[in-house]
């Protein structure tokens, strides 16, 4: 018998990639504060504790919040740099798409201190929008690389039977290349909003008594008898993240199949 | 013998000009793309521009329609110099060659785009946008997604939605290129009958030399960014001006020949296969009076072979068949003509249904002064 | 020569170009370049009492530096300290962040290389959207949570412990976490999706008919591996190596949570530095070093891929 090698490799893989988060959902439901095994018991005063945590919550609409306008500022700009980028050739663009698209190859940690110390030595207070500057600067390049693709895969043709046919730049843009354009900015928005929603480290520095959710998580996990609420919430937060992800593919397709275009495999 | 022009019922409008290049030039960074363009097209006609790849047709298209500058020289479309106007603002529409159709709109609003700083109503919008569906065969396509369509179908979507803004001029860029062969020969028929029906002049770009010569009224034939020749399809194929344009449109036949002498308008010249010949210098000789050396040119259809008994209109050679090539309605003969080492293609209706020669053998092959062309 | 800019309606390019890229241009040499600059310029600097003397010294480096404070308005010397790469501890924070993330690359890369395989070959063009958004869906979770679970997995009362000593495989708990190990198995588990993808994209990109002619010709099929099916793939590995290496080394939370701050690494040396330890200059230095490791590291790399490129295929 021929043993299916790869099979079996892959699915140990995948036994390796998602022990840690079907944990959770486990230990989530477990009466007791310590995580593992054998299980004590189904509980759901976890999830109970998480609905009560006020803090929690606040947190969660600071990070909401953040993520909300740090992915439509990230994709602004990135609409802006695409645009630019396809359509243009100016002085200087491989420097400047450069410096836009550096945050992809630079540590967050030096970002955010390199931020944190201009802003201190400017005397500026550290706050949500500090967040967001920050949060902004590193979703950009990821919003311009979907975005850019995007109009890359418009016809040329296009704007100009626009303009043959009476438009000018500005109405060109939103009525023929910002319709084919949205799915990509769709993809723009939910990849800078993830980003942001998750990230840990210039949330925390940059970041002042408002806390963000990432931090939220990582201040109680040092407390043990918090863990299993924060089980809990993990739990939530994939089953979230799943039934996001599974709607953004849904709306991809469906956003396809309108116009017509070829599917080129989504977020890879 | 005169030959009459037979072109059958085109009106004759041609009278004033639409179009006019004054020495147009145009360099990308060095290269000299257009150079030195002087031709008017006329009001009402079907023009094409036709040469290789890379002759400039396209980009002289597009400087009709404002999509591309020019370095020096005028366009004027309609007696008004466009320099500053912008492509959106110009008597012209174009049919591009992708057909650029809105993919996310449907057909009725593909083809009603251009008419949204329109002061009409809305019904009158909607009943312009019926009649140009009708005028291309397309009624009742209003509410199809227009990415849903088939080549042909865009093509008339973009025909439509250029001609309902009445433009004075209509722009083709290759539009049939992405088409099979079938569809092809239906659109060259469908855009001669639109373009009657309209009356508007259309200017066609396509490297087909088939498709010019049957769609046209005149033709400009274009290499490396010059025209060779602006005629009518009948002129450019049988008194092509040079051996290029000669060689682009249609087949021809080509044997060496030496002048022996020039006078009275006629020229006398020596030439292998058909021995001594006395042409017509105004209208059958190209090119200016140079040397000696000059090439003798001949369409395979202007030789005629000779069955037996059968006389020949003008004069007649002896030929062997090398080589027989079966197109279904035509065949074409590869012949070397006695005293030529050069292979001459024949053509023949298979009226009989079969070629009637094998290869190997013996033919007369009848053959005529006047339908030849020299080429010095 | 003119450029036929005559009835265009475009206008200069250039200009339009530049004034469009403008506010993300702008946004990023605001908040990116003139930071950083300001780092680098830090990094220069001589390090006072909760601020920056701007006097020029190359000790944040190599060598002796000293901190600064102002007493009874002179300004002295309190504290001595070596550069980033004379300092033992800080250098061999450097080299340790180094190697854990060289060897995180190459674990990461190495496991992803079979998976990336699979998902392209042995599966059907229709089922392998499903194994990508399989192996994406981890990355959508909590990063931080994640780094937390794996404490809980290899802690020494946690889920891996509790398991063996259940099932009686051992007879004492193992010491598993807290370790450099730990900290490379949680990293290698977080880039994994990373490296997987673009390994993917690259063998997806190969033409099936050249392997077919390799075994048209008679090879076997490791052999095509190895000599069709790898080299061909090696720019989707230089890309997975990058997409890897450079977050890595530059990581915060893992050293933090599963090193337990025994094994700390660059970030976490930087946030020491420039906040609590009040020495910004030397902070900078580290930093300035870091991305000099990274860029160092990413052009060998690519250069490797140009190689590869270029060589017989």
């Not at chain 1, 900015?185 to 990230?199: G, K, N, R, V, Y």
């Not at chain 2, 009708?134 to 179908?153: E, I």
Request: proline share 5%; net charge neutral.
């Amino acid at each position: 018998m021929k043993l299916p090698v790869m099979k079996i490799y892959a699915i140990a893989f995948l036994i390796f990639l998602y022990g840690p988060i079907l944990l959770l959902p486990l230990f989530a439901f477990n009466d007791s504060t310590v995580v593992a095994f054998p299980l004590k018991g189904f509980t759901t005063q976890w999830f109970r504790a998480v609905w009560a945590d006020a803090d929690l919550w606040k947190a969660v609409r600071n990070s909401l919040f953040v993520a909300c306008t740090a992915s439509v500022l990230a994709t602004t700009l990135g609409v802006f740099a695409a645009r630019a980028s396809t359509r243009y050739v100016f002085p200087a663009k491989g420097a400047v798409m450069g410096l836009i698209m550096l945050p992809l190859v630079l540590p967050d940690m030096i970002m955010a201190m390199a931020l944190l110390v201009v802003l201190l030595s400017l005397n500026i207070e550290l706050s949500l929008v500090t967040v967001i500057l920050g949060h902004v600067l590193i979703c950009t390049p990821f919003a311009v690389a979907m975005l850019t693709s995007a109009f890359q895969s418009l016809d040329k043709s296009l704007e100009e039977a626009a303009y043959d046919l009476g438009e000018g730049p500005i109405s060109t843009f939103y009525l023929v290349i910002l319709p084919l354009v949205t799915p990509g900015i769709i993809s723009a928005l939910l990849i800078s909003f993830t980003i942001s929603l998750d990230e840990f480290v210039i949330s925390n520095f940059l970041g002042s008594k408002d806390k963000l959710l990432s931090v939220y998580i990582f201040g109680q996990l040092r407390f043990p008898k918090n863990v299993p609420t924060i089980m809990a919430l993990g739990a939530l937060l994939v089953a979230l993240s799943v039934i996001l992800l599974t709607l953004a593919e849904y709306f991809r397709r469906r956003g396809i199949a309108k116009t017509g275009a070829k599917d080129t495999g989504g977020f890879v | 013998m005169t030959v009459e022009k037979t072109k059958l019922s085109k009106p004759a409008v041609l009278g004033a000009t639409m179009i006019e290049f004054k020495d147009v030039h145009k360099y990308y960074g060095d290269y000299h793309a257009l150079r030195g363009i002087n031709a008017t097209i006329r009001a009402g006609e079907f023009f094409s521009l036709l040469g290789p790849s890379g002759c400039g047709k396209t980009t002289l298209l597009r400087t009709i329609a404002g999509f591309e500058g020019i370095s020096s020289g005028v366009v004027l479309v309609d007696d008004k110099d466009m320099a500053d106007v912008p492509a959106n603002q110009r008597p012209t529409n174009m049919v591009f060659q992708s057909y650029a159709i809105f993919p996310h709109l449907t057909v009725e609003q593909n083809v009603g785009f251009g008419l949204r700083k329109d002061p009409r109503s809305k019904e009158e919008k909607a009943s312009a946008v019926d009649e140009a569906l009708a005028m291309v065969g397309l009624t009742g396509y209003g509410k199809r997604a227009a990415h849903a369509l088939s080549g042909g179908q865009r093509q008339r979507v973009a025909l439509a939605r250029a001609l309902i803004l009445k433009p004075k001029v209509l722009l083709l860029d290759e539009p049939l290129s992405a088409l099979d062969k079938k569809m092809r020969e239906q659109m060259q028929v469908e855009l001669i009958r639109l373009q009657r029906q309209v009356g508007i002049t259309f200017v066609l770009v396509t490297h087909d030399q088939e498709e010019a010569l049957v769609m046209s009224d005149r033709i400009a034939v274009m290499f490396e960014g010059q025209i060779a020749q602006l005629d009518d399809p009948e002129t450019l194929y049988r008194r092509p001006k040079t051996r290029a344009v000669a060689n682009f449109i249609g087949t021809m036949n080509f044997l060496p020949a030496t002048i022996l002498s020039e006078a009275n308008g006629k020229v006398e010249a020596e030439c292998h296969g058909f021995g001594h010949l006395t042409l017509d210098a105004e209208t059958q000789v190209m090119g200016t009076p140079t040397a000696t050396g000059a090439t003798v040119g001949f369409r395979p259809e202007t030789l005629t072979l000779l069955f037996e008994g059968q006389q020949a209109a003008d004069r007649e050679v002896m030929a062997t068949v090398e080589e027989v090539v079966y197109y279904g309605d035509m065949t074409y003969y590869d012949v070397k003509l006695d005293g030529t080492t050069e292979v001459m293609r024949l053509s023949m209706r298979n009226v009989f249904g079969r070629p009637v020669l094998d290869i190997g053998t013996r033919t007369r092959v009848g053959w005529s002064q006047g339908a030849l062309v020299m080429f010095r | 020569m003119s450029d036929g800019k005559r009835g265009r309606f475009w206008g200069s390019d250039a200009a339009s170009g530049l004034g469009l890229v403008s506010p993300t241009a702008l946004y990023a040499i605001l908040l990116l370049g003139a930071p950083l600059a300001f780092v680098l310029i830090a990094s220069f600097m001589t390090d006072g009492y909760l601020e920056i003397i701007p006097r020029f010294q190359w000790c944040n480096y190599f060598g002796e530096c000293a901190s600064y404070k102002t007493l009874d308005g002179v300004l002295t010397p309190t504290q001595k300290y070596r550069g980033a790469w004379t300092d033992p501890v800080l250098f061999s924070i450097m080299i340790r962040s180094l190697t854990v993330s060289l060897l995180v690359t190459f674990l990461t890369v190495l496991l992803a290389y079979p998976m990336a395989y699979f998902i392209s070959f042995n599966v059907a063009p229709a089922r392998k959207g499903i194994w990508l958004f399989l192996i994406t869906i981890p990355f959508w979770t909590s990063y931080v949570i994640r780094v937390f679970m794996w404490n809980a997995i290899l802690g020494f009362s946690g889920v891996l412990n509790s398991i063996f000593l259940g099932i009686g495989l051992i007879d004492k708990p193992l010491d598993m976490s807290f370790t450099i190990q730990a900290m490379v198995v949680t990293l290698a588990h977080s880039f994994a999706p990373f490296a997987i993808l673009p390994i993917y994209v690259a063998l997806e990109k190969i033409d099936r008919s050249l392997l077919e002619a390799g075994q048209d010709l008679g090879e076997s099929r490791f052999l095509t591996f190895l000599r069709v099916t790898l080299p061909l793939s090696m720019p989707g590995v230089v890309a997975a190596v990058l997409i890897v290496f450079i977050p890595t080394i530059g990581d915060y939370v893992t050293p933090k949570l599963v090193g337990g701050s025994k094994f700390p690494m660059i970030a976490n040396a930087i946030e020491v530095l420039m906040l609590k330890g009040d020495n910004k200059p030397l902070g900078a230095a580290i930093a300035v070093s870091a991305m000099l490791i990274v860029g160092a590291i990413s052009l060998v790399f690519i250069g490797l891929n140009r190689r590869f490129l270029r060589g017989p295929q």
